[in-house]
Structures are given as C-alpha cells and as structure tokens.
C-alpha cells in the first residue's frame, strides 16, 4: 500500500518504499539480502490518497456545523492505514477521533498526541482501565458494569481523563437503557463526574426519513434533559446531516468511506472523489 497526499501527484510505490517514507525509524533491510527492485513483490499497489480523505472530512465539518466533526478510523483507518490516516485528519483539525479497541487507540496515539481525544467504542473490557489511562483514550461506558469498574478505577488513582455513556435509543446492540441513564441522574449531576461525552446510535441512517430516527432523536433528547445538558452527543451517521434535531456538539462520521458519505461528499471538493480515497 501506499499514500499520497493527491491523486495527480501519486504514482505506483511499493510498499517497502512507502514504509520508509512514512516510518522514519524502521531499519533498513539487511545489507546480504538480495532484492531485485523491477520485480514487484506484490500480487497489486493500492495507492490511498490522503488528501481526498482529508478533503471529505473539510466538507463533512461544513455540513455539520456548528457541531464537530469527528473520524471514525477504526479497522485499520477503514484499510487505508490508522496512522497515516490518523496523522493527515489530525494535520487538517480534526480534534476527536474514534476507534474500536484499544489497541487502536494506541496506534492512534503513537501519531497523534494531545489534547486530541480518542474514545474507544468497544468499551470498557475488565481490567483494562490502567491501560486507558496509560493511553490517554476514553472508554465508551455501555453498562452499568463497566461503568461501575471505571468509577472505580478514577477513585483510586484520581484519573480524570473521562469516558463516554452510550445509551441506546433503539439500536438494541450496545448501551445501557433510557431507564438506566435516568437513573443516573444524580449522579451526573455531581461534580467531577467524569462522563465527557453522551453519545448514542441511530438505528436506521442509512434511510434518513424512516420513522424509527425520529423515535430515537426524541428518546435521546428526553435523555439529555434529565442531566446531561452539557455533554456533547452524537447521534450517528449521514441522518445528521439531513435532521437539524439529530445535532448536537459532535457528529462523528467515516471521512474514507465513500459509499458510506455518498451525500455528504456530492459537491466534491479539489480531490475528493465519491468512490472513496483509493486510486490505481
């Protein structure tokens, strides 16, 4: 694989020269192994420009505003690379970024220091809050369970690095209930807290006048009120950028995945391109 920063400035590089020029430190092959370089090694050279990717997450941010716009690069940034992905949007603003394990967050940031955030969707597995905290990544708390262990954790340690609340609205896959988060309540309305972020999942994007995702951006709302008024939220993908009322702080979306931003990416800026960040 390879990167460019534009599609017309991009040619073929094999991947052992896109390594070097993108990984400074890693060591050189050793001086008694033959390499031929007219022979590639290679079954085919994906060439990922990074500038469209960077472009789709300017206009992605102009339709979303006022609210931030945050990247989704979990699965290895997409297949395009978390790092050099990671690297090109943070170069270009984005502030709060989104990955599935931590393990990614970590690669994340390795490339990416503070105060940008990274919260990890996949939640709190037990006895990995040190792990957060050494990472400097936020949790996504989707049960009391979870919930209960970070508070824990920040106890303990006075950690104060924050998590995110999931409550599901109507996805029916990951986070606690509309009941659960009401009856956290006082809680949250406590001072040091530590929830930075109430973020939910809209069920039914993907068709942006089905009736579920205005059930669940009233439900979400209803949420919001009891206590969180001051959180930013996010509920997700292409319906909001359609539905002012599914806006809130923070809109997160998948700035290398066109057929996933086909609407938001209609206009086209210089090298965005609506197939997706990949070229020949």
Request: glycine fraction near 8%; aromatic fraction near 6%; hydrophobic fraction near 45%.
């Amino acid at each position: 694989m390879a990167w460019t920063v534009g599609l017309r400035e991009a040619k073929p590089t094999l991947m052992a020269e896109a390594e070097t020029a993108l990984l400074r430190d890693v060591p050189e092959a050793p001086s008694g192994r033959h390499t031929d370089s007219d022979v590639p090694e290679t079954g085919g050279i994906l060439t990922v420009d990074l500038g469209a990717i960077a472009a789709n997450w300017h206009e992605l941010g102009r339709r979303a505003m006022p609210s931030e716009c945050a990247a989704v690069i979990k699965a290895n940034g997409y297949g395009c690379g978390i790092e050099p992905v990671a690297r090109t949007l943070a170069v270009a603003g984005c502030k709060t970024f989104f990955v599935a394990e931590l393990s990614e967050a970590r690669r994340v940031r390795a490339v990416v220091a503070e105060p940008a955030v990274i919260y990890v969707l996949n939640g709190l597995w037990p006895g990995t809050a040190t792990a957060f905290a050494e990472t400097h990544a936020r949790p996504v708390i989707g049960s009391l369970v979870e919930l209960a262990e970070w508070d824990a954790f920040c106890a303990a340690k006075q950690w104060r690095g924050g998590a995110a609340l999931h409550v599901d609205t109507g996805m029916n896959r990951l986070g606690i209930s509309a009941n659960e988060a009401a009856a956290l309540a006082p809680r949250i309305r406590a001072e040091k807290h530590g929830i930075t972020l109430l973020m939910s999942h809209l069920a039914c994007a993907d068709q942006p006048d089905h009736p579920l995702n205005q059930q669940q951006i009233r439900l979400f709302r209803d949420v919001r009120r009891l206590a969180f008024q001051f959180l930013r939220n996010i509920p997700r993908q292409r319906c909001t950028l359609r539905h002012g009322a599914a806006r809130r702080r923070i809109v997160r979306r998948q700035p290398n995945a066109g057929t996933a931003q086909s609407d938001a990416t209609r206009g086209r800026p210089a090298g965005a391109r609506r197939a997706g960040p990949y070229g020949a």
